[in-house]
């Protein structure tokens, strides 16, 4: 069965700064991998995913993360924070194409003026 | 905006009843998955339906059923309501295949 833990419940960034969200995953097979962001009252909206091409995978609003297969980890970042990147961030696995998506807790994120 | 519509926006239920949530999937797409969301928690995987048949299921008893209707919307039934049933309950639609899941805003349900 696969796994995912988001290491950080808050994160809290300056705008302007840079942001870092950490995932880690379990999974026994080549997994895809994602990453969601919810703004209040709005659905999830997909980021980014990674599906066994490019280790350095770009998404969308200045986004990128990295799959690091020795260390299981799928790390989410952004140079520089603005106040709309508020909101709560899903690190997600799955298995297999067409198969269920498994999040991880999220990371909730504050952005200080 | 998704294109993918959940009604109702909000529901309040007391424990035992039954309740109905709606789901309007993309233009397109023929399947349609359900998830679960506890306050402060990440969704979790209900069930999964493709061309009006149920072809996945999470950890949930069967109190938690479906319907997907030939226009690819779907329901999510949820009988005998417990109090720890109170959550957004998230909808995604998608083509099939390996293409991106579309999710709805949800609709929030309390159990009294």
């Known amino acids: 069965a696969q796994s995912v833990t988001q290491l950080d419940s808050h994160v809290s960034v300056s705008e302007g700064t840079p942001v870092l969200l950490r995932c880690n995953y379990s999974s026994s097979y080549s997994p895809s991998l994602f990453w969601y962001v919810q703004h209040p009252n709005k659905g999830l909206q997909l980021l980014l995913k990674?599906?066994?091409?490019?280790?350095l995978v770009k998404g969308i609003n200045g986004f990128e993360a990295e799959f690091k297969k020795s260390e299981t980890s799928f790390h989410l970042t952004k140079p520089s924070a603005h106040m709309s990147d508020a909101a709560e961030y899903f690190c997600v696995v799955r298995k297999a194409a067409g198969n269920k998506l498994t999040f991880g807790g999220g990371t909730r994120v504050l952005v200080k003026p | 905006e998704t294109g993918v519509t959940q009604s109702p926006t909000h529901l309040i239920k007391t424990r035992g009843q039954q309740v109905t949530l709606r789901c309007s999937s993309q233009s397109g797409h023929n399947t349609v998955s359900w998830y679960q969301q506890a306050l402060g928690q990440g969704p979790q995987f209900i069930f999964q339906?493709?061309?009006?048949?149920?072809?996945g299921r999470g950890n949930f008893p069967p109190r938690f059923s479906g319907l997907q209707f030939p226009n690819y919307s779907s329901e999510l039934n949820v009988n005998a309501l417990e109090l720890d049933d109170s959550a957004l309950y998230l909808c995604?639609?998608?083509?099939?295949?390996?293409?991106?899941?579309?999710f709805g805003p949800g609709t929030r349900l309390t159990v009294l």
């Open positions: 339906y493709y061309r009006e048949e149920e072809n």
């Open positions: 990674y599906t066994s091409a490019a280790t």
């Open positions: 995604a639609s998608r083509k099939g295949g390996d293409n991106e899941q579309f």
